[in-house]
């Protein structure tokens, strides 16, 4: 089997992107930090997450993300599995962020999509189905 371990941002303010991932990821915590060289400019780095996979912050980002609505070429967005839906929007609400877009209407999946504060799109799936043909269904 293989999984996911790290997705790991570049992004402007460590902090700010934090309010965004600690709000729609509640039971994560800070499993390390630090700061090292990269390419002879020093940047803070912050590993969010569990005890299994985790978020890499990089601070010191420049030059803004790619145009999400554009056709550039670039990370389009990534995706958590949740329990609750309704729970992760009312957290990212709470915190001031605004539902970028809902998903398509599918019988065993909702979806939603945030943007971050470093314009990166995170999209939150709830399934409705433990089968994995109906939840694999493409409508």
């Known amino acids: 089997m293989i999984r996911l371990e790290h997705i790991n941002l570049v992004v402007e303010d460590i902090p700010r992107a934090l309010r965004f991932y600690q709000a729609a990821l509640p ?18 780095w912050i590993h969010f997450g569990d005890d299994y996979q985790y978020i890499t912050f990089n601070d010191n980002g420049e030059g803004g993300n790619r145009d999400l609505t554009k056709h550039r070429s670039g990370l389009a967005h990534f995706a958590f599995i949740v329990d609750n839906m309704e729970a992760v929007i009312q957290r990212l609400q709470q915190a001031g962020f605004a539902i970028a877009s809902n998903g398509a209407n599918h019988p ?32």
């Not at 039971?27 to 803070?44: C, F, S």
């Not at 945030?114 to 109906?134: C, L, M, N, Q, T």
Request: with cysteine; aromatic share 20%.
């Open 27 to 44: 039971h994560w915590k800070i499993r390390g930090e630090g700061r090292a060289p990269w390419y002879d400019k020093m940047r803070t």
């Open 108 to 139: 065993f999946i909702n979806n939603v999509y945030f943007i971050d504060p470093d314009g990166f799109e995170v999209e939150f799936v709830e399934y409705r189905s433990d089968i994995p043909a109906e939840r694999n269904l493409y409508c």
